[in-house]
């Protein structure tokens, strides 16, 4: 079951960024990008890996749905051809390592990708983009180039693709406390933070004509209550007149540099459980609310544990990742043109 899932949601996100290739290219054209290949593999073969052979046919519709992102982030037509050429080399690694992962899958006979599997992800994706059209979905392929056969191959590796990156990741991501402890005093400018205070906040909307007085007396009121006993939160619910009133005036961890003035001082002097006087302005009567309080410093190993643990796992998998490719790499056959 748990390849199935894997499987299923590899696809998909695999399959995503089809989606664009029918897309027409803004400036640069597609000329440029297709003279650029022809004249680079001119016998229209980009590589050899293993016994598969990868042409150019197969680059570009890897590269096409790519390109208007690439077109929007360069700013002159030598910044696009730079970052196109750079693109070409990491495409060409991802096309030679997809077929070296797949041959490494199959190597062991009894793994397979039930044609359940397959029949169930083209369906869905067949549902998600084509309204269940096949008419739409053939005529898609025939626009990429792609016969059904092609596609469903495309599927089947992309599955498998996916699930060993997957498995590869998941065996290495153990990370012990000694490291964890490591990288928290090797980094500790990282882990510095200003003066934050998770915020409630409730406001009372000036009416047409009400005077400053007034208005002050109606927030009293309402700190009158709160002191008598009633949970801030619940009097943001049944007063407050902005859009946090729903969950109870919360706002969540502010830090002091993000909010204005008047509102920071009053608040900052206070601890947790603590509310504001009420303050005045133009449009409004606030209270302010301590929900908690951290202040400015280094931020204790135990709040940032998970964060570093998280930061580790990615830094472990992905070295692990890389000894794995290099070692498919170097026990394979493989020549680029």
């Known amino acids: 079951m748990m390849f199935r899932r894997l499987c299923i949601i590899s696809t998909l996100a695999a399959l995503s960024?089809?989606?664009?290739?029918?897309?027409?290219?803004?400036?640069?054209?597609?000329?440029?990008?297709?003279?650029?290949?022809?004249?680079?593999?001119?016998?229209?073969v980009v590589a050899v890996a293993e016994d598969k052979v990868i042409t150019v046919d197969d680059l570009r519709r890897e590269i096409g749905p790519r390109v208007p992102a690439l077109q929007r982030s360069a700013r002159n037509e030598k910044e696009f051809n730079e970052k196109l050429e750079s693109l070409q080399e990491e495409i060409i690694q991802e096309m030679i390592d997809r077929i070296l992962i797949v041959k490494d899958f199959k190597k062991d006979d009894k793994r397979k990708v039930p044609a359940s599997y397959i029949n169930n992800a083209i369906a869905e994706e067949q549902i998600r983009r084509f309204?269940?059209?096949r008419t739409k979905f053939l005529a898609y392929l025939r626009n990429t180039g792609m016969t059904y056969r092609d596609y469903r191959k495309k599927v089947?590796?992309?599955?498998?693709?996916?699930?060993?990156?997957?498995?590869?990741?998941?065996?290495?991501?153990?990370?012990?406390?000694a490291r964890v402890e490591s990288f928290y005093s090797e980094n500790k400018d990282r882990f510095q933070q200003d003066d934050q205070v998770h915020m409630r906040l409730l406001s009372l909307t000036r009416q047409t004509g009400e005077t400053d007085e007034t208005l002050r007396a109606r927030a009293q009121k309402v700190v009158d209550r709160f002191k008598a006993g009633e949970k801030f939160e619940d009097l943001a619910r049944e007063l407050s007149q902005d859009a946090k009133r729903t969950k109870g005036g919360d706002w969540g961890w502010q830090p002091r540099a993000?909010?204005?003035a008047e509102f920071s001082k009053p608040l900052f002097e206070l601890t947790k459980g603590q509310s504001t006087d009420p303050i005045l302005?133009?449009?409004a009567v606030y209270l302010l609310y301590v929900e908690d309080r951290k202040f400015a410093g280094l931020q204790p190993?135990?709040?940032v544990r998970e964060q570093i643990e998280r930061i580790l796992s990615n830094q472990i998998?992905?070295?692990s990742e890389a000894r794995w490719l290099e070692r498919l790499r170097r026990n394979a056959y493989v020549k680029i043109y």
Do not use: C, H, W
């Open 281 to 283: 302005a133009p449009e």
């Open 17 to 44: 960024p089809l989606a664009t290739f029918a897309q027409p290219l803004a400036s640069p054209p597609v000329p440029v990008l297709t003279d650029n290949l022809a004249q680079r593999f001119a016998n229209g």
């Open 317 to 319: 998998a992905r070295e």
């Open 156 to 177: 089947e590796d992309d599955m498998i693709y996916d699930y060993m990156r997957s498995q590869q990741r998941k065996s290495s991501n153990i990370v012990s406390p």
């Open 131 to 133: 309204e269940s059209d």
């Open 301 to 303: 190993l135990a709040e």
């Open 258 to 260: 993000d909010l204005k």
